[in-house]
């Protein structure tokens, strides 16, 4: 039997990490990882499990098939960890919990200054299409989405979430505490927004018309006003 | 390729998806398509019952998929047109008991024989809907114009989108108008407007509906019926023709005479 160094599986508070190799091809990856979850399949049986693809590029069909064959196994693909985009956007296309690691969160220190949006080197995702109910967005860097964000949809982002259409879902700006985050929209009409530990939940306003605005902190409060 | 998957799903319970499934069924019949329906829904069996062919039941689809009987057997063909058919859903056994393979390779079989397969989703985005959706070449989703029915539609044609199977087209039934009107209601373009999705149908609230069901003659047999047209629309737009949407502003003596012109129209 071939030494199955592709593939490392951990026990984590809330289920199985699976840590694959960065490099090799992909199907050997899964293959070896089916072969350790039939090996012991009581053990894996209804398992939750987060991987952790490093900085491999998984693209969505070859995440759909692990995904996949998880399930054939009653083995849940809970959420994947990655520092590549595409890994992360495939996560997100199949509805599987994403979160943004290692290097690309690395260039943030974690005691350092809040983020500077004018340094180069800043850390953020692109979401180029309508987050609909249900779908959840985390990143720790900044979160741009060209695309409305639904009522259901959610975004938790370490610094600002910027949305180039209408906002109606949650949107969590400055999630890791940094007050200075702030969220705009070109259609401000959120179920509710947080920045850092604050939380608003926007009036009522039956006569709404849609203009662009931003939500920041101002003498402890969250306060929206017109962009620009 | 040959005949065509259609599957209709909602996310939400109670929208009218069995009797959606029935009367699209019925009415691609009418205009000469070969038409089998299959009920997903595994366990709440319905299609049957509105459809009226309860009591014919031999087989089932989990018969089907785990090799008792052939896909021919499980068939039942409707008592007034013979090209009209149902697969029933089991009654006893639960969602696992059929796989999204399974629907793949079953209605790739039928593909050959019928225009239109049509497959009735249940309830919810786990994996009822899952073996629903893996064999459709289109989706149609059906909605109620409230805020929890559209949140939900929302979420599966998301859903869908992930699967390469979206983003679908839209059915916005039991539509009350005069509601509409005053404000009570979400508008077709409200509904359009939050899901950004092409509609295929409006169908209004209309009380032949659920004695039709009950009785097992689904409501588009009923040529007087708005209800019955509009499910008639849809079927004429499936099959690529362009129907205008039914004009449901106006007030009720006009309403119903565009329904009798419409009905008349057709016969």
Same mark, same amino acid.
Request: aromatic content about 4%; charged content about 25%.
């Given at each position: 039997?071939?030494?199955?160094?592709?593939?490392?599986?951990?026990?984590?508070?809330?289920?199985?990490?699976?840590?694959?190799?960065?490099?090799?091809?992909?199907?050997?990856?899964? /293959?070896?990882?089916?072969?350790?979850?039939?090996?012991?399949?009581?053990?894996? /049986?209804?398992?939750?499990?987060?991987?952790?693809?490093?900085?491999?590029?998984?693209?969505?069909?070859?995440?759909?098939?692990?995904?996949?064959?998880?399930?054939?196994?009653?083995?849940?693909?809970?959420?994947?960890?990655?520092?590549?985009?595409?890994?992360?956007?495939?996560?997100?296309?199949?509805?599987?919990?994403?979160?943004?690691?290692?290097?690309?969160?690395?260039?943030?220190?974690?005691?350092?200054?809040?983020?500077?949006?004018?340094?180069?080197?800043?850390?953020?995702?692109?979401?180029?299409?309508?987050?609909?109910?249900?779908?959840?967005?985390?990143?720790?860097?900044?979160?741009?989405?060209?695309?409305?964000?639904?009522?259901?949809?959610?975004?938790?982002?370490?610094?600002?979430?910027?949305?180039?259409?209408?906002?109606?879902? /949650?949107?969590?700006?400055?999630?890791?505490?940094?007050?200075?985050?702030?969220?705009?929209?070109?259609?401000?009409?959120?179920?509710?927004?947080?920045?850092?530990?604050?939380?608003?939940?926007?009036?009522?306003?039956?006569?709404?018309?849609?203009?662009?605005?931003?939500?920041?902190?101002?003498?402890?409060?969250?306060?929206?006003?017109?962009?620009? | 390729?040959?005949?065509?998957?259609?599957?209709?799903?909602?996310?939400?319970?109670?929208?009218?998806?069995?009797?959606?499934?029935?009367?699209?069924?019925?009415?691609?019949?009418?205009?000469? !398509?070969?038409?089998?329906?299959?009920?997903?829904?595994?366990?709440?069996?319905?299609?049957?019952?509105?459809?009226?062919?309860?009591?014919?039941?031999?087989?089932?689809?989990?018969?089907?998929?785990?090799? &008792?009987?052939?896909?021919?057997?499980?068939? %039942?063909?409707?008592?007034?047109?013979?090209?009209?058919?149902? %697969?029933?859903?089991?009654?006893?056994?639960?969602?696992?008991?059929?796989?999204?393979?399974?629907?793949? !390779?079953?209605?790739?079989?039928?593909?050959?024989?019928?225009?239109?397969?049509?497959?009735?989703?249940?309830?919810?985005?786990?994996?009822?809907?899952?073996?629903?959706?893996?064999?459709?070449?289109?989706?149609?989703?059906?909605?109620?114009?409230?805020?929890?029915?559209?949140?939900?539609?929302?979420?599966?044609?998301?859903?869908?989108?992930?699967?390469?199977?979206?983003?679908?087209?839209?059915?916005?039934?039991?539509?009350?108008?005069?509601?509409?009107?005053?404000?009570?209601?979400?508008?077709?373009?409200?509904?359009?407007?939050?899901?950004?999705?092409?509609?295929?149908?409006?169908?209004?609230?209309?009380?032949?509906?659920?004695?039709?069901?009950?009785?097992?003659?689904?409501?588009?047999?009923?040529?007087?019926?708005?209800?019955?047209?509009?499910? &008639?629309? %849809?079927? &004429?737009?499936?099959?690529?023709?362009?129907?205008?949407?039914?004009?449901?502003?106006?007030?009720?003596?006009?309403?119903?005479?565009?329904? &009798?012109?419409?009905?008349?129209?057709?016969?």
């Amino acid at each position: 039997m071939r030494e199955q160094t592709t593939v490392a599986i951990k026990g984590v508070k809330d289920g199985l990490l699976v840590t694959v190799s960065e490099s090799g091809e992909w199907q050997i990856i899964m /293959n070896d990882l089916a072969a350790r979850i039939d090996h012991q399949s009581a053990f894996f /049986n209804g398992a939750r499990i987060t991987l952790d693809v490093g900085s491999r590029p998984v693209r969505r069909d070859e995440l759909s098939s692990l995904k996949a064959m998880l399930e054939r196994r009653n083995i849940s693909l809970w959420s994947v960890m990655s520092d590549s985009a595409t890994s992360i956007d495939a996560a997100s296309a199949l509805d599987v919990r994403a979160a943004q690691t290692t290097s690309m969160a690395q260039g943030v220190k974690p005691d350092a200054a809040p983020f500077n949006p004018e340094e180069d080197g800043t850390i953020g995702v692109m979401i180029r299409r309508t987050l609909r109910s249900g779908r959840t967005v985390h990143s720790h860097g900044h979160v741009v989405v060209y695309g409305d964000v639904n009522a259901g949809a959610e975004i938790i982002a370490s610094g600002d979430v910027i949305v180039w259409g209408r906002l109606r879902g /949650n949107v969590h700006a400055g999630a890791d505490g940094d007050e200075s985050a702030v969220i705009c929209a070109l259609d401000m009409t959120p179920t509710q927004i947080r920045i850092a530990g604050y939380i608003s939940i926007p009036p009522k306003d039956k006569r709404h018309k849609p203009k662009p605005e931003t939500a920041t902190i101002r003498d402890r409060q969250i306060v929206v006003v017109a962009w620009g | 390729m040959g005949g065509k998957v259609i599957t209709i799903t909602s996310g939400k319970g109670g929208v009218g998806k069995t009797t959606t499934t029935a009367n699209i069924g019925v009415a691609l019949a009418r205009l000469n !398509q070969k038409v089998v329906m299959i009920d997903a829904d595994i366990g709440l069996r319905n299609l049957d019952i509105v459809m009226g062919l309860e009591n014919r039941i031999v087989y089932d689809l989990v018969d089907v998929v785990e090799g &008792r009987c052939k896909a021919r057997q499980a068939m %039942i063909k409707h008592k007034t047109f013979p090209e009209l058919y149902l %697969i029933p859903a089991a009654q006893t056994r639960d969602k696992t008991a059929v796989s999204p393979a399974d629907m793949i !390779q079953l209605t790739d079989g039928l593909r050959t024989e019928f225009d239109f397969i049509i497959i009735d989703s249940p309830a919810g985005i786990e994996r009822g809907f899952r073996n629903a959706v893996a064999a459709a070449d289109d989706v149609l989703i059906v909605t109620n114009p409230e805020v929890s029915a559209v949140r939900d539609a929302d979420r599966v044609i998301g859903l869908l989108e992930a699967e390469n199977k979206g983003p679908g087209q839209l059915i916005l039934n039991r539509v009350k108008q005069d509601m509409i009107r005053r404000g009570e209601m979400l508008s077709p373009e409200d509904v359009t407007d939050l899901l950004a999705i092409k509609l295929i149908g409006i169908v209004p609230e209309d009380e032949t509906v659920i004695p039709s069901s009950n009785s097992g003659i689904p409501v588009t047999l009923n040529d007087k019926s708005l209800a019955g047209l509009a499910f &008639r629309n %849809i079927a &004429r737009r499936l099959l690529g023709e362009e129907v205008p949407f039914i004009q449901l502003s106006e007030s009720k003596g006009l309403f119903k005479r565009i329904a &009798r012109l419409f009905a008349g129209g057709e016969r």
